[in-house]
């Protein structure tokens, strides 16, 4: 929605700079961040289509916004200070736009369980491969790599997420709250690009296995960590300067927050990236209806739980990381066992210390007797 929005306002700056000043009192034309206005004629009300980029538009195509010219040549406010603006129009019914927000709400609870356990998931498997070293060598070092970017990403989407819903009524007065919103924005665009980047070193780390049966693993690593780590810089902070440069964040602080849940976690390639074939047929803005929530919940599922399927693939069921952890359960369980067993024999020790101690005393005491 938020790319929606940002095309159909600098549609509205160009036409409203292209267009002829006016030659007599009217109310300015302007871009108020919801609609694009014309020039208004005193004491007349002006009305607009509502703006195609409202994800309900097919249900509103044929309503408009309203707006009161004054006979001033000011818009009409309200509180005399907020400008007043009728939509209602653009509105969808008010069921219908509940049921939605409840399906979001249910979806957001779903991701974020996924992310979750992806995240707790994760974690494990990364200690696991850095513990043991019998199963350090490149193959893992590039597994570790990815599950680190998939932390992050998970780390990034959950924390953006809870400063969004935090500092959602109150960023607009508080430019401290906007900074650690736009940061989060930031890193988690960075987090998601490293987690492309590590699954494209998955797949050329297997095609040089294949391929290149003599090539030397260590020999492409530090590519590897090239690639994965560095590459996402190169589109990152062009897309950090173009929005410096060209974004005018005073204007649209509200809407530059509300994209849809879609646009919050972004798409990212599965394991397999079979879904995502799917996807590219199916986009948001090519469905709608009960086939957009659809294919919204299978995006964010796949998304979301994709972290727990990497770990439990890579790591879990590998052989050889069962085959070590069971050698190093074996030998903390012999190492428990022996701890046991030196702990009872020298209770046993002890024992025949303290009974060799107490027949020489009733010895002693017997021959003082006898004397």
């Not at 979806?107 to 369980?113: A, D, K, L, S, W």
């Amino acid at each position: 929605m938020v790319a929606e929005w940002m095309r159909y306002r600098n549609e509205c700056l160009v036409r409203m700079s292209t267009e002829p000043g006016p030659n007599e009192l009217v109310c300015s034309r302007m871009f108020d961040e919801y609609a694009c206005w014309s020039d208004g004629q005193p004491n007349s009300t002006v009305k607009v289509p509502c703006p195609w980029y409202l994800p309900w538009y097919n249900q509103v195509r044929s309503g408009f916004v309203l707006r009161e010219c004054g006979p001033d040549g000011k818009w009409a406010t309200r509180n005399s200070s907020q400008t007043w603006r009728d939509h209602s129009q653009c509105q969808p019914e008010d069921s219908q736009q509940e049921e939605q927000i409840i399906i979001y709400a249910c979806f957001r609870v779903m991701y974020t369980v996924g992310y979750s356990l992806s995240l707790v998931s994760l974690c494990v498997a990364l200690i696991i491969l850095l513990f043991f070293s019998k199963l350090h060598c490149t193959r893992n070092y590039i597994h570790s790599n990815l599950f680190a970017s998939f932390i992050l990403r998970a780390l990034s989407i959950l924390t953006k997420d809870a400063l969004l819903g935090k500092t959602y009524l109150e960023f607009t007065d508080n430019r401290d709250a906007l900074s650690s919103c736009l940061v989060a924005q930031v890193l988690m665009h960075y987090c998601v690009g490293a987690n492309y980047y590590w699954l494209l070193v998955e797949g050329l780390y297997l095609h040089n296995l294949l391929a290149l049966m003599a090539f030397s693993e260590n020999r492409f690593f530090g590519g590897y960590l090239l690639i994965g780590w560095g590459t996402p810089v190169l589109f990152v902070v062009p897309w950090i300067l173009v929005r410096y440069m060209y974004e005018d964040t005073r204007e649209h602080l509200i809407l530059m927050f509300l994209s849809r849940l879609a646009k919050s976690t972004l798409t990212l390639i599965p394991l397999l990236g079979i879904h995502e074939v799917v996807f590219a047929v199916l986009t948001n803005v090519q469905t709608d209806g009960v086939f957009r929530n659809i294919n919204l919940f299978f995006q964010l599922f796949f998304n979301s739980f994709q972290g727990l399927l990497v770990a439990v693939l890579y790591c879990f069921v590998n052989k050889e990381v069962q085959a070590e952890i069971k050698t190093t359960w074996q030998r903390l369980k012999l190492w428990l066992t022996y701890l046991d067993e030196l702990r009872n024999s020298g209770s046993n020790t002890l024992q025949v210390g303290v009974n060799t101690v107490h027949s020489g005393s009733n010895q002693h005491l017997a021959n003082q007797h006898h004397i």
